[in-house]
């Protein structure tokens, strides 16, 4: 299974953003897809992450803003961004971890600009 990360953008402060991370295919067993950003500089952290079966992780930064949430009948994962902040700004990677086989793979990055 492949990933396919996109939506990223240029936006002002407090407008929003909706990222997709599309599989090349069904995923099967338990998993997790983490979002994970870059920022210059900066090491990469952990944005939010879902599970297989709906469960939900948020860093404190974007609790309250930011919402991740999976279709699997699209084998897409999306992570909708309100009230964008500067600091939101970095490249933006979706993850897969599967529980059994600990099968793992990387979207490519997409890159999320928040400036006025």
């Known amino acids: 299974v492949q990933l396919q990360a996109s939506g990223g953008g240029l936006v002002q402060p407090g407008r929003s953003l909706r990222l997709s991370c599309a599989a090349s295919?069904?995923?099967?067993?338990?998993?997790?897809i983490t979002w994970y950003r870059q920022a210059p500089g900066k090491q990469r952290e952990l944005v939010a992450s879902?599970?297989?079966?709906?469960?939900?992780n948020y860093t404190d930064s974007v609790k309250g803003r930011f919402t991740i949430s999976r279709d699997n009948v699209k084998n897409t994962v999306y992570l909708e961004m309100n009230s964008l902040k500067p600091e939101d700004t970095g490249v933006y990677y979706c993850?897969?971890?599967?529980?059994?086989?600990?099968?793992?793979?990387w979207g490519q990055g997409t890159l999320v600009t928040v400036s006025s």
């Open positions: 295919g069904r995923i099967f067993g338990i998993n997790v």
């Open positions: 879902i599970t297989s079966g709906g469960s939900t």
């Open positions: 993850n897969l971890v599967v529980q059994v086989t600990h099968y793992t793979a």
